[in-house]
């Protein structure tokens, strides 16, 4: 069981250029959601899912897109980098949509550097 | 909108000191509150949650009230040790939106 996996662990990328962060769990669980963690801010929600081929906004969508063609996977797709986008991204994941009640377990992150 | 507001750090104590984090929330409905804390290196772990008002989340000696008429909902330890040293984040779910607090940096001196 190796939990909520993301790939890669770091990554450099020149403004402009387009990548795909991935993110995979093997707990069944239907919540899945991205956030970014940026200094003095916390955590903030990019986008989430609540099930296979469900997805929504979160709090900071914009220069992002998913898709949850799986259960297992939720890929991030940045599709024109910008400096802005500088920021450690996290993967979670919780066993329903109502993440309330359920405990979230997080990816051990992407630090993603945007030249 | 929905916000969580927790005290800054960086906070240093001494080991078996008494530690509390402030945190205070705004939402517009009936949130439920946590704790998580991140370790260096690694991903946020659940600490403690309370899903009601007056509900207390505990969990490895840390305690939190869920204070409705005060919207707070602050962490707290009795004795804290070495291995406590991480950073602290405050949140709130209202129905699937997810708000963090800023972190508390705690350093535990021995």
């Known amino acids: 069981n190796a939990g909520v996996t993301q790939t890669p662990k770091f990554q450099v990328l020149k403004t402009g250029q387009s990548m795909t962060l991935q993110c995979a769990q093997d707990?069944?669980?239907?919540?899945m959601s991205w956030y970014r963690q940026d200094p003095g801010m916390g955590l903030r929600l990019i986008h989430y899912s609540v099930g296979a081929g469900i997805t929504d906004q979160g709090e900071v969508p914009n220069g992002y897109n998913v898709s949850r063609s799986t259960t297992e996977d939720f890929p991030l797709r940045l599709l024109s980098a910008a400096p802005s986008q500088t920021s450690v991204y996290f993967c979670?994941?919780?066993?329903?949509?109502?993440?309330?009640?359920?405990?979230?377990?997080f990816g051990p992150g992407t630090r993603l550097t945007v030249l | 909108g929905n916000s969580v507001t927790q005290m800054e750090g960086p906070v240093t104590l001494s080991e078996e000191a008494f530690l509390t984090i402030n945190c205070t929330y705004t939402?517009?409905?009936?949130?439920?509150l946590f704790w998580y804390v991140q370790y260096p290196g690694e991903g946020l772990q659940l600490l403690l949650k309370a899903t009601k008002a007056d509900d207390k989340g505990s969990n490895k000696g840390f305690e939190a009230t869920y204070r409705k008429e005060t919207t707070s909902f602050h962490l707290e330890k009795g004795s804290v040790q070495v291995s406590d040293s991480a950073v602290y984040f405050c949140a709130l779910d209202d129905d699937n939106d997810m708000r963090f607090g800023a972190g508390t940096r705690l350093t535990v001196k021995p």
């Open positions: 707990m069944n669980h239907e919540y």
């Open positions: 939402a517009t409905g009936y949130p439920s």
């Open positions: 979670a994941s919780s066993y329903s949509g109502r993440s309330s009640y359920n405990e979230q377990f």
